[in-house]
């Protein structure tokens, strides 16, 4: 961080002004924060306690400190939303104040901020709403939206601080295209199959209406894995044809593969163990789906703006 010397006159905040590198790693740990706050989310659904504090921002009507396993639960979710939320406003500020960074990365900064922000009434009308499965979905889908415009900052204060060259080959940027849908997809059918699933959601006589039924979704499920699987094979075998030229693209694709296989395991065991399988490793499942979205969309998202080359 530079401040300016006092006798030039500016405010405060004029004056202050943050390095690229101070500003990557700022967006660095933002990402880091908004993929913990989708384990977290998940770990509220998958332990019953969605309803465990069931008046926000405070825990009961009565005290606003949580009292039991439920409500400590949903409550440090809670917490760890407003860390969120202030790494996110750090994210958009220091976004301004980043000497080079342009007006479009910094529009993107602030929609991260703003985004994450809206995350707070959105949980507030789910809870009003005892858990609409609808709602959830929306909850969580707007989490991984804001997750992967996070994720294009970073990129973006990447190249500010390495550089950067041209977009790739079009047939490779459609290939992107094409795998971003996918993956949309695939998150899309993945959240429905957890709603459907087996977890309460909220624990005592309060019933959290399932959305449709598990095996159906699974089905579905499946066969947008399967469907992501094919367009990232295609994709993969395009930058191999061309790894002397953008060994980055090989590197990228291997790292994604590696997620997926872990994914898929995951998957596998809860598939097979459904009726035993303890909450804690839906909860892996939900986080590495949250790495895989956010690593697929800085893939993609390289195609259109790769670093300079001798970059990883």
Wanted: aromatic residues 10%.
């Amino acid at each position: 961080m530079h401040v300016e010397p006092a006798s030039s006159g500016l405010p405060l905040w004029r004056a202050l002004t943050l390095s690229p590198e101070a500003f990557r790693r700022v967006a660095l740990a933002t990402v880091a924060m908004l993929v913990l706050i989708v384990a977290t989310g998940a770990t509220v659904r998958l332990t019953g306690s969605g309803l465990g504090c069931p008046h926000w921002p405070t825990c009961e009507s009565t005290h606003a400190l949580p009292k039991g396993y439920h409500s400590n639960i949903e409550f440090s979710n809670r917490i760890v939303s407003l860390f969120t939320v202030l790494s996110t406003l750090a994210l958009a500020l220091a976004a301004w104040r980043t000497r080079g960074f342009g007006r479009s990365g910094r529009l993107l900064a602030t929609a991260v901020f703003a985004g994450t922000l809206g995350q707070a009434p959105l949980g507030a009308i789910t809870v009003y709403y005892d858990l609409n499965p609808y709602l959830v979905i929306s909850h969580l889908l707007l989490s991984l939206t804001v997750l992967g415009i996070g994720v294009l900052v970073l990129l973006e204060a990447t190249r500010l601080v390495w550089g950067g060259e041209g977009a790739l080959p079009l047939v490779a940027r459609l290939g992107g295209v094409f795998l971003l849908a996918a993956v949309g997809v695939l998150v899309v059918t993945g959240t429905i199959a957890t709603a459907a699933g087996r977890f309460p959601g909220s624990s005592g006589t309060r019933v959290v209406p399932r959305l449709g039924s598990f095996y159906p979704s699974v089905y579905w499920h499946v066969r947008a894995v399967a469907a992501f699987g094919i367009v990232f094979l295609g994709l993969a075998g395009w930058a191999w044809t061309r790894r002397d030229r953008f060994p980055w693209l090989v590197r990228g694709c291997a790292g994604l593969l590696a997620i997926l296989l872990v994914q898929m395991t995951l998957g596998e065991l809860q598939y097979h163990t459904y009726s035993t399988v303890p909450w804690w490793v839906v909860v892996v499942h939900v986080a590495v789906a949250a790495a895989l979205f956010a690593w697929t969309v800085g893939l993609v998202a390289r195609l259109w703006r790769p670093l300079a080359p001798g970059r990883t």
